[in-house]
């Protein structure tokens, strides 16, 4: 069943203060934020940011996937991807169950390669080849280990296993079912040990405080990114390419948290610290540690903070410089097009908005469907207009509102 427009993370953000007997101005003053910007949102007439929702989760004491409508069932049911959950749930919980006697590993080699094929589909957003492959090559994985003796191929197997977790976890978190995303996460950190390294611990650092951020623990956040870099300098080449590009994304996580901070002064200082790993690697890396970072990265991030700090005109102004080179992940290209879609609607600037969002559609068309805040501008434009234009209508009505 389609999503009416009048049902919103806004509308039920207004649901659920009234279940806690909060007015708007008491919600505001306890999430910190301003109370009509809050009236704007609970109509529909603005869209509600990821800052704002865990904000307001936070005191609403909610998790924010419910304050988003996610999962979005419908649009699962429709792409054939709600099937896909509950066997991603079971082979996630092999992992301490030792061989499998009906699975007979390939050689690592190969399961190696199924890996990083599975890692480059995560990338370009292609959920359902993802979830169709990942459970058997998490039982596959699971079994090799259990059968390998220690040594190189044993860690070689422990690093891919360890990817395929970071896979369930992009692929849980993106679809909405963030418990199991948290719960990949804590598989991914075990492997990585397994492994042996200290990139890939970090790296996993990185994807947590993404989780924190998602709550509104902007500290929380920060302390585990301090860690991942601990981590980084732990590593055998600590000024190699994949430290500098795993430090450098730390440095852009940094950045954001920092934003959804307001502190503008500490974002500053993250993305120089980001700009001159970039600089020091001196091309962009999208497969190093499945990073993408490099300097294509930094501007977008640059853009994305100015978005979050509210510089929306400063945004604007810096996306000119923003050009995706050839074989860019459509992930990363994809979110930047979103924000876009978000800062011209704030800006009042509805065509423009429009175009963002059609062209997130267009880059990473599976990202775009399932992306809460795609769906929140979109409602917001089409409740701003007396008729919605047959696009934004079509739109709409993709994204399944």
Same mark, same amino acid.
């Given at each position: *069943?389609?999503?009416?427009?009048?049902?919103?993370?806004?509308?039920?953000?207004?649901?659920?203060?009234?279940?806690?007997?909060?007015?708007?101005?008491?919600?505001?003053?306890?999430?910190?934020?301003?109370?009509?910007?809050?009236?704007?949102?609970?109509?529909? $007439?603005? &869209?509600?940011?990821?800052?704002?929702?865990?904000?307001?989760?936070?005191?609403?004491?909610?998790?924010?996937?419910?304050?988003?409508?996610?999962?979005?069932?419908?649009?699962?049911?429709?792409?054939?991807?709600?099937?896909?959950?509950?066997?991603?749930?079971?082979?996630?919980?092999?992992?301490? $169950?030792?061989?499998?006697?009906?699975?007979?590993?390939?050689?690592?080699?190969?399961?190696?390669?199924?890996?990083?094929?599975?890692?480059?589909?995560?990338?370009?957003?292609?959920?359902?080849?993802?979830?169709?492959?990942?459970?058997?090559?998490?039982?596959?994985?699971?079994?090799?280990?259990?059968?390998? &003796?220690?040594?190189?191929?044993?860690?070689?197997?422990?690093?891919?296993?360890?990817?395929?977790?970071?896979?369930?976890?992009?692929?849980?978190?993106?679809?909405?079912?963030?418990?199991?995303?948290?719960?990949?996460?804590?598989? *991914?950190?075990? *492997?990585?040990?397994?492994?042996?390294?200290?990139? $890939?611990?970090?790296?996993?650092?990185?994807?947590?405080?993404?989780?924190?951020?998602?709550?509104?623990?902007?500290? *929380?956040?920060?302390?585990?990114?301090?860690?991942?870099?601990? $981590?980084?300098?732990?590593?055998?080449?600590?000024?190699?390419?994949?430290?500098?590009?795993?430090? /450098?994304?730390?440095?852009?996580?940094?950045?954001?948290?920092?934003?959804?901070?307001?502190? /503008?002064?500490?974002?500053?200082?993250?993305?120089?610290?980001?700009?001159?790993?970039?600089?020091?690697?001196?091309?962009?890396?999208?497969?190093?540690?499945?990073?993408?970072?490099?300097?294509?990265n930094v501007i977008h991030f640059d853009v994305a903070t100015r978005v979050e700090l509210g510089k929306l005109g400063e945004a604007v102004k810096e996306a000119k410089a923003l050009h995706f080179p050839p074989g860019h992940p459509k992930i990363r290209m994809g979110?930047?097009?979103?924000?876009?879609?978000?800062?011209?609607?704030?800006?009042?600037?509805?065509?423009?908005?429009?175009?963002?969002?059609?062209?997130?559609?267009?880059?990473?068309?599976?990202?775009?469907?399932?992306?809460?805040?795609?769906?929140?501008?979109?409602?917001?434009?089409?409740?701003?207009?007396?008729?919605?234009?047959?696009?934004?209508?079509?739109?709409?009505?993709?994204?399944?509102?």
């Open positions: *069943m389609a999503q009416r427009i009048d049902e919103h993370t806004g509308a039920r953000i207004a649901d659920y203060r009234k279940i806690r007997q909060l007015s708007q101005t008491a919600l505001a003053q306890r999430a910190f934020i301003n109370r009509s910007t809050l009236a704007k949102i609970e109509s529909g $007439l603005s &869209p509600a940011t990821p800052t704002l929702v865990a904000a307001v989760a936070r005191v609403l004491q909610v998790d924010v996937a419910v304050l988003n409508g996610q999962p979005y069932l419908s649009e699962m049911q429709q792409d054939h991807l709600d099937k896909l959950i509950s066997p991603l749930s079971d082979a996630l919980d092999l992992y301490d $169950l030792g061989p499998d006697p009906d699975i007979v590993p390939r050689p690592v080699d190969r399961i190696v390669a199924d890996v990083d094929a599975l890692c480059e589909g995560t990338c370009a957003t292609e959920y359902k080849d993802i979830g169709t492959k990942l459970p058997g090559l998490l039982g596959e994985l699971t079994t090799a280990l259990s059968l390998l &003796p220690p040594g190189q191929q044993q860690r070689r197997a422990s690093t891919s296993l360890s990817w395929c977790y970071w896979v369930s976890y992009e692929f849980a978190y993106h679809l909405g079912y963030h418990q199991l995303a948290s719960i990949a996460l804590e598989r *991914m950190g075990w *492997m990585a040990e397994q492994a042996q390294d200290p990139l $890939l611990l970090a790296i996993r650092l990185s994807k947590r405080s993404s989780m924190l951020l998602r709550r509104g623990n902007n500290r *929380m956040s920060l302390k585990v990114i301090e860690r991942g870099h601990r $981590l980084v300098e732990q590593c055998d080449e600590p000024r190699s390419v994949p430290a500098l590009a795993v430090a /450098g994304s730390l440095h852009l996580a940094s950045a954001i948290a920092a934003a959804q901070a307001k502190n /503008g002064d500490n974002v500053k200082g993250y993305m120089e610290l980001a700009r001159k790993a970039a600089e020091e690697i001196g091309r962009d890396v999208p497969t190093v540690y499945w990073t993408s970072f490099g300097r294509t979110r930047y097009y979103i924000e876009m879609g978000r800062a011209y609607a704030e800006m009042g600037r509805g065509a423009a908005a429009e175009r963002s969002l059609r062209r997130a559609r267009q880059v990473a068309p599976q990202q775009a469907r399932y992306h809460p805040l795609m769906r929140e501008t979109i409602g917001t434009l089409v409740r701003r207009q007396r008729r919605a234009s047959d696009s934004l209508a079509s739109m709409a009505a993709w994204v399944g509102m």
